[in-house]
């Protein structure tokens, strides 16, 4: 079966700074993996996704996620964070055949600091 | 405007009395899901259907029952709610394929006293 890890449960970063939201999985077969964010009192929105090609992937507000086979590792990247990306990250894997579960890791919450 | 619908978003019950959350989707999507969300532990999947009448347990089912009926309806049914399911509740649909994320809805957050 296919697990997610999220080692950092906060992440507090100063604005216009860069951050890293870490990411593991772990399974011994191919996987699609997902980010999504929860913005507060909301329900999660897909932020982006891996499925295949090119290992880096990059949503429409600036994040991108690189896909590292040997690390099994899709940490979540932006060079310059905004208030605005106050949020619950969480990262998720599934399987590409079966029930196709989805697994969530426990997320990680980034607070911007002004 | 494509969605999840969940009713209601917050409530509060007692032991014992039963209840129903709804759940409604407007995109033709086969595959729907419930997950629960509570500090620490992520969300984690109570049930799951992959189309209309095939439904199956995920990882937390005890306490949980669901239907699926019609395509566009997953309702989540506790015939006898205890606190520790007291909890933020999403419903979830995708189209079949692992490939495609999943539309959320709003939650419901549940209180049992």
């Known amino acids: 079966a296919q697990s997610v890890t999220q080692l950092d449960s906060q992440v507090p970063v100063f604005e216009e700074a860069p951050v890293e939201l870490r990411c593991n999985y772990s399974?011994?077969?191919?996987?699609?993996l997902f980010w999504y964010v929860q913005y507060p009192n909301q329900g999660l929105q897909l932020l982006l996704k891996y499925l295949s090609g090119s290992t880096l992937v990059e949503s429409i507000n600036g994040f991108e996620a690189e896909f590292n086979k040997s690390q099994t590792s899709f940490h979540l990247r932006k060079p310059s964070v905004h208030i605005s990306d106050t949020a619950e990250y969480f990262c998720a894997v599934t399987l590409d055949f079966g029930n196709e579960k989805l697994t969530f890791g426990t997320g990680t919450r980034l607070t911007i600091i002004p | 405007e494509a969605q999840v619908t969940q009713n209601p978003r917050y409530l509060i019950t007692v032991t014992g009395k039963k209840l129903t959350v709804t759940c409604s989707q407007n995109m033709n999507h086969e595959y729907m899901s419930w997950y629960r969300q509570d500090p620490g532990l992520g969300l984690r999947q109570i049930y799951y259907?992959?189309?209309?009448?095939?439904?199956d347990k995920g990882d937390v089912p005890e306490g949980y029952k669901v239907s699926r009926k019609e395509k566009r309806n997953f309702p989540l049914i506790l015939e006898s709610p205890s606190p520790n399911q007291t909890s933020l509740y999403f419903c979830a649909s995708r189209r079949q394929g692992a490939n495609y994320g999943y539309t959320f809805g709003s939650g419901t957050r549940l209180t049992v006293v």
């Open positions: 259907s992959m189309n209309v009448e095939v439904t």
């Open positions: 399974s011994s077969v191919s996987v699609y």
